[in-house]
């Protein structure tokens, strides 16, 4: 099978990422978001990136799905939307479902963790997600 590099819509770009969280509304969210950005830099050791226009990311990896489609993903990373601060830290680390039991409240989309304030969850719990779910990114997308 041939593989194929698909041009992703999210993407790294030049956009300045201060200027995207000095931009978050309400003041309240822009705390959230810059709380958010410095735990995932501190847990990465990867400087911030923006990708697309909304979201910021942590490090890159490279990708290959069964079907020969192939691209470039952010290891981790968070955008600031209007109805809750969206994470992409939820991969398919074990005991998964037991931290997002003492999280606090929370929703979850196939691989996003939405949370409307961080002062309804644990940081502790939060920052643990993140750590297994940026090792659970290494070994399966090692370099």
């Known amino acids: 099978m041939a593989k194929t590099q698909a041009k992703n819509k999210t993407a ?21 978001a810059k709380t958010i950005a410095a735990m995932m830099e501190r847990l990465s050791g990867h400087k911030p990136k923006m990708w697309g226009p909304t ?16 691209g470039d993903m952010m290891r981790t990373g968070f955008s600031a939307r209007k109805a809750a601060l969206t994470l992409y830290c939820i991969g398919g680390f074990k005991d998964k479902e037991k931290l997002l039991a003492k999280l606090g409240k929370h929703s979850l989309g196939k691989s996003c963790l939405y949370v409307k304030r961080l002062s309804d969850i644990d940081l502790n719990v939060l920052e643990e997600i993140i750590i297994k779910d940026l090792q659970y990114m290494a070994d399966k997308y090692p370099g």
């Open 12 to 32: 790294p770009t030049g956009a300045d990422v201060q200027t995207y969280l000095d931009a978050v509304t309400p003041q309240w969210k822009q705390e959230d």
């Open 55 to 70: 979201m910021v990311g942590y490090g890159q990896y490279h990708y290959v799905y069964d079907s020969g489609r192939e």
